[in-house]
């Protein structure tokens, strides 16, 4: 069982449309981070949410941080190429201090 | 600034053979941490070391995986011997250690075994 459950799984898209992907857990996170990876690199940080309902907006992505800090989502408006990666989420619950991620959402958007 | 680094990028061997990795953090970086990938799926965590302290190795093999961070600086994982299952992307991150739950790690490219 994933600590971090994301949905979906997988996601083709035309170039222009918005999406949405969810990572949800029955676990209280003190913080919610989100990574894009790109085939053959590491994950890279996108933005990191503390606390429950804020809001973050990084260009045409929005992530927002569950009430009770047990889940989160991504919104993507006008999605582009560029946009095309594994959109992974992550935290430690609890007082824990080891790191888990979620299975990851694969965008792909077509021109 | 260089970034994380890792070496060799991609690795084929035989099954039952040994295999190292090695890892250079960002400087300055106390926290490191060693993951592993499979296709399709999240990193795992196998290890972070805080300087040259393993503080948390519950998910690491450790009937064929060990580690070492000798200087608290870069920091070698290697298995002996592999098995066919081994096959995956093993990923090394560093950050700054400061905040361990909010710290913001930096990837390096991974090292792409592939255990024939």
Request: glycine share 10%.
């Amino acid at each position: 069982t994933q600590l971090l459950e994301q949905s979906p799984q997988f996601l083709s898209i035309q170039e222009g449309e918005n999406l949405t992907v969810y990572c949800n857990s029955s676990s209280v996170f003190s913080s919610l981070q989100w990574y894009r990876q790109e085939p053959g690199e590491g994950p890279v940080l996108l933005v990191t949410v503390v606390t429950g309902g804020e809001v973050k907006k990084l260009k045409r992505l929005t992530f927002q941080f569950g009430d009770a800090r047990k889940d989160s989502s991504l919104h993507i408006t006008a999605a582009q190429p560029g946009d095309t990666g594994l959109y992974l989420c992550a935290g430690a619950p609890g007082g824990s201090y080891i790191p888990t991620f979620g299975r990851g959402t694969s965008l792909i958007v077509h021109p | 600034e260089a970034g994380v680094v890792q070496s060799p990028r991609y690795k084929i061997i035989e099954k039952k053979q040994p295999v190292a990795f090695w890892c250079n953090p960002i400087s300055g970086h106390n926290t490191l941490y060693w993951y592993l990938q499979n296709l399709g799926q999240g990193p795992e965590l196998l290890i972070r070391y805080e300087n040259e302290e393993a503080v948390d190795d519950s998910q690491l093999p450790k009937d064929r995986f060990s580690a070492e961070r000798l200087k608290g600086v870069d920091s070698t994982l290697k298995i002996q011997p592999a098995e066919l299952g081994d096959s995956a992307v093993y990923l090394c991150a560093s950050s700054s250690g400061l905040a361990a739950s909010t710290d913001t790690q930096y990837f390096g490219p991974g090292t792409r075994l592939t255990v024939l």
